[in-house]
């Protein structure tokens, strides 16, 4: 279930249920969310669907995502949304392999994660967000239209690690080698060369991999 009304009164009716069974209004769901009445009112105008405010309602209660979204039986309940966490999907920006990508509009949506997923690839839930990767030049190990799981809290530079990379050319996602005071991207393909960084930032660590077969 994705559709924005639905939604709205499934949300309802959990709060009418904690509140003794009174009419609600959409403000009434606003505050139960967290949400400013006039951003919730923008949502619903757009049908825009405020997935992280509602798992975290969802986790408050310990309802699980599979009956809210799915409407699962309850033998299939036993995975509580507790396991579960929203991160950010920057689904319009590319981080490149080869040449820098360059996106001008944020087209952010939501992914649930199972958190032990990330517990796996040993990344922080806060500051954890995804992005494709465009090109072969980090091949076998981050083949192209991968989704990369990149922690933005971990900015340390080491020569093993793999990074998201903003330079005024665009966004890359490389190894950084440091000689002599100078610092070079360096790709897992050997086929390609190193490039010389005059100006750049690191966004965060990659710390896992989705691959598309």
Known sequence: MHNYNEILEKTKDIISQEIGNKKLFNKDVAEALGIKYDNFRKQKARGTIPYPEIMSFLA???????????????????????????????????????????????????????????????????????????????????????????DVNDTYINSKSIYLINTPEGLYIKRIR??????????????????????YKVIGRVKGVLIKL
């Open 60 to 150: 408050q209660r310990k309802i699980s995502i599979n009956w809210f979204f799915f409407n699962q039986l309850p033998e299939s309940l036993i995975e509580p949304t507790s396991n579960h966490i929203i991160l950010k999907y920057q689904k319009s920006i590319h981080a490149s392999s080869g040449a820098g990508a360059i996106n001008y509009h944020l087209d952010t949506t939501s992914l649930v994660i199972d958190k032990q997923l990330l517990d796996h690839i040993e990344t922080n839930y806060s500051y954890t967000e995804i992005i494709k990767n465009v090109g072969d030049s980090n091949e076998p190990d981050i083949p192209d239209n991968s989704l990369l799981f990149i």
């Open 178 to 199: 440091i000689s002599k005071d100078k610092h070079y991207m360096k790709s897992i393909n050997s086929i390609y060369d190193d490039i010389e960084l005059t100006e």
